[in-house]
């Protein structure tokens, strides 16, 4: 059973335009959820995360926005450039029950030129 | 420089043999993970370990071992019981009990090809 999911395999955005990658979650116990890029033969390098205490996080070009009721997500690149090619995975933690990270299946996000 | 290795990038192995797969940090985290990635799949925790000499299954645990001796360090073994072992594995680790404040931190990947 997939506790979070990414529902889009792959995004075209044409640069400079604004990306929105959505994720979605089953578990209402989640209470810490995190974005992460990753290139291909890379491991992931975090982005941004947000506690479930807040329904916004920004962080320059990157915003998270958690809808608690929905147990929805997006992450809003704004302005998107080339460098943000890459395959994006939406993660999220029961921080009161251990360290285990749940990942979606990502979303690969082109930026078209 | 803090971080996470693992060795080595690219791994060949025949079918039938059993391949160990490094993985040592620097960062002083108590909690490791191993993580495996086929295409069109999320990443999947196979091993995770959040202290010494102790260590938990993952969702993909079967065919696979791993041993914690060392805080630094959480070696995984791909046995010839793993049915379909060619994949990109990475590990991870964090400080124990994640807070606002922390992440897991990966390691680059060893892509690991049976013939």
């Known amino acids: 059973d997939q506790q979070v999911k990414q529902n889009s395999p792959s995004l075209s955005v044409q640069e400079g335009r604004i990306s929105i990658l959505n994720c979605d979650y089953t578990n209402s116990m989640f209470d810490y959820f995190l974005w992460y890029k990753k290139y291909p033969a890379e491991g992931p390098t975090f982005l941004i995360s947000i506690s479930s205490i807040k329904d916004k996080n920004e962080d320059g070009r990157f915003t998270v926005f958690l809808n608690k009721s929905a147990k929805h997500l997006s992450l809003h690149i704004v302005p998107s450039q080339p460098g943000d090619s890459a395959v994006y995975f939406c993660a999220a933690s029961d921080m009161n029950r251990d360290d285990k990270i749940i990942f979606g299946k990502g979303t690969r996000l082109h930026i078209l030129p | 420089d803090g971080g996470i290795t693992q060795s080595p990038k690219y791994l060949f192995r025949k079918e039938g043999q059993n391949v160990t797969l490094s993985c040592e940090q620097n960062?002083?985290?108590?909690?490791m993970y191993w993580y495996r990635q086929d295409p069109g799949q999320g990443l999947r925790l196979i091993y995770y370990?959040?202290?010494?000499?102790?260590?938990q299954k993952g969702d993909i645990a079967e065919g696979y071992s791993v041993s914690r001796e060392k805080k630094e360090s959480f070696p995984l073994t791909v046995t010839s019981a793993q049915k379909n072992p060619t994949a990109f594995y990475l590990c991870a680790s964090s400080p124990p009990l994640l807070s606002p404040t922390d992440t897991q931190y990966f390691g680059p990947g060893t892509r690991l090809t049976v013939l």
């Open positions: 370990s959040q202290i010494v000499n102790d260590f």
């Open positions: 960062l002083n985290h108590d909690a």
